[in-house]
């Protein structure tokens, strides 16, 4: 096992109701930034239950926060906070939202471009506390300090990690994910199950806790998935895929080990380029990376085809993994998507280009992802 | 899956060569408590190790905390520490002294006997910052709240629990384990096994997530806590057991299910009245009550078998559990053990008039434990 620290702060407030907890959370004469996305919340009621719980606070609104949330948008957002003493941000939404609200609470006071966060790491002060009301289980954002934005303009995904931005309570009613489309539910369970690939199939270091816990992970998300898509509105599945999927990425799983990211890395460039959902971009990745990688990380997609998927043998270990992508209704092949038009060659290409451009050269537990490799990858994700 | 909130604020320092990061989490002009137990630290290099990390803090030595920490040795520890102006605790040692630790910390500003914590809950204030270097792992109180005291004069061991008192970091090297007797290794292992079944092993409430978890904790006690006693100086195995020691108890398994803790409550009486190992308490009530209870606790009691074990039906899950006790070295009969010359018969009247004594009448998950129902669970342990 690998040394390690971890400390995990927020507070998970689960289940039904929990909403009403929020009001005793909030700093006295809480001034609030209520971020949220695309108004899916005054359909379904949450809104109205913010409003409530908010109904002491002086509450600043800031509506459309989009998917792969933008600088440009996001930068607006924090000229509301610095006009109006906002002194407590409540993310109401998916992993974007709660991304958002990070960005914004660390550039609040930044003299610079905020960009320069996540495009040179620049170190921030004093950023604003956050609470979070997970709508849509998938990114782990609500407890953990990840945030990635994407800059329209120049059309870069990045990302900054720091547990000072890390959600101080979240919020997860399973409830409040009935009405999700079927697409973000599938997209969720596989954005989680591919956080703790991630984490996971790398190489043994003897952690075998570790190996239980992200196997754990995953057979509940392939159990409770595919249930989630056919019975919306049963609480229990909800509660169980919306756990497993904060516990994917709050820290935990990936202590003491070895981590990989590389098909996140190729996937934000899917993203940034076409548009394409986060989840559908790692679905694509994986089965490719798992091929090309399959040699150095043979133990492990050997323990994972045996302990979560009950196969055996590397090429049916890859093949469960994309029948579990399928049976979510993920596609696993570029060609499945519109690609703006490009063909797969001619997308392979802008893709390379941009991995090299952010300096994406060297990706994956040994590093050896290099342009080659990637491109490799991606022929056989085509 | 049941409601909850959920939160561990206690950094983790992992690995070996961790105690170097204490002196930063120490408080600025820190007058520090260095509790400990037995002085084996001494011995093992730890106490040296502890000197130079604290070598810019006044330090204030407390020494022989003694397992299952008395009531009595405890209030002198408080006395240095309202003598002195302690500002934090340093805890070296186990569960005992991080248990202790806990109620000095609580004890330092409570106006009466702080014995009141205990006995009728009391509510204190301003406890003292502790932090914990662990030297055994098994009672997981390095990352939670939870504290037991004797006190010798009534033979009575009771607990209070508080996030208050909990550590805000703890060394786990697993070097520090190396030096351990076979029968702390032992202890420690069936200690945290039945913390995780305290928790498991109740009725199921559909948190499949929350069982993988359990299992896995289980699964990894039981491969690598018998290594541990054969190869002590195997740093792997020795961090996965410490680390599944705190996973155990950290509070994290425990939440969104039903918990029993009937073993632990009826075990407190053996340690109190006849001052067995906790350890030693637990294996030998446990496959007791498990006998006993196996009606209502059928479906996790074949799970268990099933999944951790790999054996099918209750009698050979109990027979496994048994087993692997033995494995440990750890005897699961009150008659293996000297009972002050006490007949069974007679201790089992003496412990379920302690029962009575102490309220412990409506125990389990079910609360359906009461003197009578203790009274054949013992029986059955005799």
Redesign the interface.
């Known amino acids: 096992?690998?040394?390690?620290?971890?400390?995990?702060?927020?507070?998970?407030?689960?289940?039904?109701?929990?909403i009403s907890?929020v009001s005793s959370r909030l700093p006295s004469d809480a001034r609030v930034l209520f971020l949220y996305g695309g108004g899916s919340i005054k359909k379904n009621g949450i809104y109205d239950q913010v409003l409530t719980t908010l109904k002491d606070a002086e509450i600043f609104e800031f509506a459309g926060v989009e998917p792969n949330p933008s600088y440009e948008t996001l930068m607006k957002a924090v000229e509301v906070v610095r006009n109006n003493d906002v002194n407590f941000i409540l993310a109401v939404g998916g992993g974007s939202v709660i991304d958002g609200a990070k960005f914004i609470a660390a550039a609040k006071d930044f003299a610079g471009d905020p960009w320069d966060i996540l495009i040179k790491g620049a170190s921030f002060e004093n950023p604003l506390p956050i609470g979070a009301v997970l709508t849509l289980p998938a990114t782990g954002s609500e407890s953990n300090g990840n945030s990635v934005v994407t800059k329209k303009e120049t059309a870069q995904k990045r990302g900054f990690s720091s547990e000072t931005v890390q959600p101080v309570f979240a919020v997860l009613d399973?409830e409040y994910t009935f009405s999700l489309p079927a697409r973000q539910v599938s997209n969720g369970a596989v954005d989680a199950f591919v956080h703790v690939i991630e984490q996971y199939l790398t190489y043994p270091v003897?952690?075998?806790?570790q190996?239980?816990?992200a196997?754990?992970?995953m057979?509940?998300l392939i159990?409770?998935g595919p249930k989630a898509l056919e019975n919306p509105e049963d609480y229990?599945v909800r509660?169980?895929v919306m756990?497993?999927a904060t516990?994917a990425l709050n820290g935990l799983i990936g202590?003491?080990v070895p981590q990989d990211w590389g098909t996140h890395m190729i996937g934000h460039e899917l993203t940034a380029l076409y548009s394409l959902d986060h989840a559908q971009t790692l679905a694509i990745v994986l089965p490719a990376l798992m091929k090309v990688q399959a040699e150095s990380k043979k133990e492990k997609i050997l323990q994972l085809g045996e302990r979560v998927f009950g196969v055996t043998g590397i090429d049916e270990t890859i093949q469960a993994v994309v029948r579990f992508f399928e049976d979510m209704g993920v596609e696993t092949k570029m060609s499945d998507y519109d690609l703006n038009g490009d063909s797969t060659d001619v997308a392979i290409d802008k893709l390379i280009a941009s991995l090299e451009n952010n300096g994406m050269t060297a990706l994956g537990e040994h590093g050896d992802i290099d342009p080659a490799k990637a491109r490799t990858i991606l022929e056989l994700a085509a």
Chains 1, 2 share one sequence.
């Open positions: 096992m690998l040394n390690f620290t971890f400390k995990n702060q927020t507070e998970i407030l689960f289940g039904k109701g929990q907890q399973p003897n952690a075998p806790l190996d239980r816990f196997e754990g992970i057979q509940t159990t409770e229990d509660a169980n756990w497993s516990m202590k003491g």
